[in-house]
């Protein structure tokens, strides 16, 4: 009799405990393809005026994004990032350099801020179809198409005296990433990520045609991201 009342007792929390397991079960069943992506990290851009790349003679600057990102397929993602960077010239040209800027009009200096927006496509090299068989470890990457605004304060000489003004240029640009990202949990992951967006201009900086390149922007980023479910329309 009292093998039978404290079973009675005991069923119910175990009942209790199935149905919790059960429903844990086939909520992870329900793939989560959704991922919030927020990233930090140094950056420094490619100018004319830039400095002396060769010599590892430029300015770093910081660098966010946020991104979310939708998985389509067990290989393929599209991922929309819209973040911000410092620019800023830097190094030490040489006479002969600013004598060919002072003659070309062209900027000595810039700094500011470049806001950005794009959209891509993005691979993983180990693909999966739940968020709970994902590898310990993966590689993506990608390419897309965005656009960037990239708002200077420039001056026509390295004089303390010059007054800068103000540049806002528009652009687009082709952004280039991919990241090695590592599983922490469930639902979350920390990667190492890595951008170059390819800009479309070579006046950035206010200074054109020095470089034969024109005018880039590099990243490296330390990002979390964390998989989420997207909540159903009623």
Same mark, same amino acid.
């Given at each position: 009799m009292k093998k039978t009342i404290q079973l009675l007792v005991f069923l119910p929390?175990?009942?209790?405990? +199935?149905?919790?397991?059960?429903?844990?079960?086939?909520?992870? $069943? =329900?793939s989560r393809d959704n991922i919030l992506t927020i990233g930090a990290g140094p950056s420094f851009a490619y100018l004319d005026n830039g400095g002396q790349y060769r010599d590892f003679n430029f300015e770093i600057e910081p660098s966010i994004s946020v991104a +979310?990102?939708?998985?389509?397929?067990q290989l393929l993602d599209v991922r929309a990032t819209l973040?911000?960077? *410092? =620019? #800023? #010239? *830097? *190094? %030490? /040209?040489?006479?002969?350099?600013?004598?060919?800027?002072?003659?070309?009009?062209?900027?000595?200096?810039?700094?500011? /801020?470049?806001?950005?927006?794009?959209?891509?496509?993005?691979i993983n090299l180990?693909?999966?179809?739940?968020?709970?068989? $994902?590898?310990?470890? %993966?590689?993506? *990457?990608?390419?897309?198409?965005?656009?960037?605004?990239?708002?200077?304060?420039?001056t026509k000489s390295f004089s303390p005296e010059e007054e800068p003004t103000t540049h806002e240029i528009t652009t687009g640009y082709v952004p280039? $990433?991919?990241?090695?990202?590592? $599983? =922490?949990?469930?639902? #979350?992951?920390?990667?190492?990520?890595?951008?170059? +967006?390819?800009?479309?201009t070579d006046n950035l900086d206010g200074n054109v045609g020095f470089n034969k390149y024109g005018d880039h922007l590099a990243q490296a980023q330390i990002v979390y991201r964390r998989y989420f479910l997207q909540k159903p329309r009623d």
């Amino acid at each position: 009799m009292k093998k039978t009342i404290q079973l009675l007792v005991f069923l119910p929390f175990l009942v209790s405990s +199935l149905e919790s397991s059960a429903q844990n079960f086939y909520k992870e $069943r =329900i793939s989560r393809d959704n991922i919030l992506t927020i990233g930090a990290g140094p950056s420094f851009a490619y100018l004319d005026n830039g400095g002396q790349y060769r010599d590892f003679n430029f300015e770093i600057e910081p660098s966010i994004s946020v991104a +979310l990102t939708k998985k389509i397929t067990q290989l393929l993602d599209v991922r929309a990032t819209l973040g911000y960077q *410092g =620019i #800023s #010239s *830097g *190094g %030490n /040209p040489s006479d002969n350099v600013t004598n060919f800027w002072y003659q070309n009009f062209s900027s000595f200096t810039a700094k500011g /801020p470049a806001y950005y927006f794009d959209v891509m496509p993005s691979i993983n090299l180990v693909p999966f179809r739940n968020h709970m068989h $994902r590898s310990k470890v %993966n590689f993506y *990457g990608g390419a897309g198409l965005g656009v960037m605004v990239a708002k200077t304060k420039q001056t026509k000489s390295f004089s303390p005296e010059e007054e800068p003004t103000t540049h806002e240029i528009t652009t687009g640009y082709v952004p280039v $990433r991919a990241g090695l990202s590592v $599983r =922490i949990g469930p639902y #979350s992951d920390i990667a190492g990520e890595g951008t170059i +967006l390819f800009t479309f201009t070579d006046n950035l900086d206010g200074n054109v045609g020095f470089n034969k390149y024109g005018d880039h922007l590099a990243q490296a980023q330390i990002v979390y991201r964390r998989y989420f479910l997207q909540k159903p329309r009623d």
